[in-house]
């Protein structure tokens, strides 16, 4: 039955989702675009696949840099015209 296998997935996406949510107000907080960087760390309740699928997808934006921190936070730096 694909029931379970939909849920599961239905579950990884929401997970997903929330880190992109949460992330999104971070790096959008007046702050962060000023400064035009910001520093994420995954949250207690963020699963390490999301967290680095996340990392990923930042790593290959343009006009981005980002470094990952031992302590698993990264800091990331965006360049790029304002519009």
């Known amino acids: 039955m694909p029931g379970p296998a939909v849920v599961t997935n239905q579950r990884q996406l929401s997970s997903y989702s929330r880190l992109v949510r949460r ?7 007046p702050t962060a675009q000023r400064e035009r960087q910001a520093n ?3 949250g207690p309740d963020d699963r390490p696949e999301d967290w680095e699928r996340l990392l990923e997808e930042i790593e290959q934006a343009d006009n981005v840099t980002m470094r990952r921190r031992p302590d698993g936070s990264v800091h990331v730096i965006w360049t790029g015209s304002e519009h």
């Open 23 to 29: 992330v999104n107000l971070t790096i959008t907080a």
């Open 40 to 42: 994420l760390r995954p």
